[in-house]
């Protein structure tokens, strides 16, 4: 396992987050593309990658006790679930054996420790909050704690939300299963055909954030889970050994 460098790590993007960002005093010559016709052009990508992908679906509203409607296993599992994880944050590389086990009523112990036993990090996650029982020195960043709570957040159903949609797709044979909170939504789409949750993502103003794929079931659990930021460089690619 790479040790992990904070400089390379936080200065591109966290700095940048803080207002660290340097000017660069060279001119460059405007380019073509931002002319008028060219502009024009730039608007409508963004606009139409920024639209809401679900807006022409069937909608339906559904009560806030309905998420337990939601066919996804995962949070509710009450064994504990070993993965074989390999994380990429920034070009560093950490592996080990991600333990989760459901301790109470939305609470879960989440731990990594690599092969050999040693500890990277052990938190407790109660009702969405992220306790940090232990963490590795070059970890335990707040704003990586805070990542790694929204990863866990999404992965065990934990967000709070005060509004549940579903939509459907009919052309793609999918139902979305949307966790709304104010301009966050939390999407869980089922494949009809196999009845399975096959994507999770994470959108703000209809701009996906995090996206997850989960893969190959094992009775209700995935076997494989990949988990990547779009405004990082953060992948978290899980395989299921017990």
């Excluded at 700095?15 to 008028?36: A, E, I, V």
């Excluded at 029982?133 to 335990?140: P, T």
């Excluded at 579903?166 to 999918?174: I, L």
Aim: hydrophobic content about 35%; charged content about 20%; glycine content about 4%.
């Amino acid at each position: 396992m790479k040790g992990l460098n904070l400089n390379k790590i936080l200065t591109p993007y966290w700095g940048m987050r803080l207002g660290k960002l340097k000017l660069n005093n060279s001119f460059n010559p405007p380019n073509p593309l931002f002319k008028k016709g060219g502009i024009i052009f730039l608007l409508i990508i963004i606009f139409s990658s920024c639209s809401n992908p679900y807006k022409n679906l069937t909608t339906t509203e559904l009560a806030l006790s309905d998420i337990d409607k939601i066919p996804y296993s995962l949070p509710y599992i009450q064994r504990t679930i070993i993965y074989k994880t390999d994380i990429n944050f920034y070009n560093n590389d950490i592996s080990g054996l991600l333990i989760i086990k459901n301790t109470g009523d939305k609470v879960y112990r989440i731990a990594l420790t690599t092969q050999f036993g040693l500890n990277i990090f052990d938190f407790e996650l109660n009702h969405g909050n992220l306790n940090v029982k232990y963490c590795i020195e070059y970890l335990n960043k707040k704003l990586i704690l805070k990542t790694f709570e929204t990863d866990f957040n999404l992965l065990l159903l934990q967000n709070p939300f005060d509004k549940i949609y579903t939509f459907e797709n009919d052309v793609q044979n999918q139902k979305i299963w949307q966790l709304k909170n104010g301009k966050l939504n939390y999407n869980y789409i089922q494949n009809l055909n196999s009845q399975e949750i096959e994507n999770i993502n994470l959108r703000k103003r209809n701009s996906e954030k995090i996206s997850v794929g989960l893969h190959d079931y094992k009775g209700n659990v995935p076997k494989v889970i990949s988990l990547e930021h779009d405004n990082i460089k953060l992948k978290m690619n899980l395989k299921l050994i017990q």
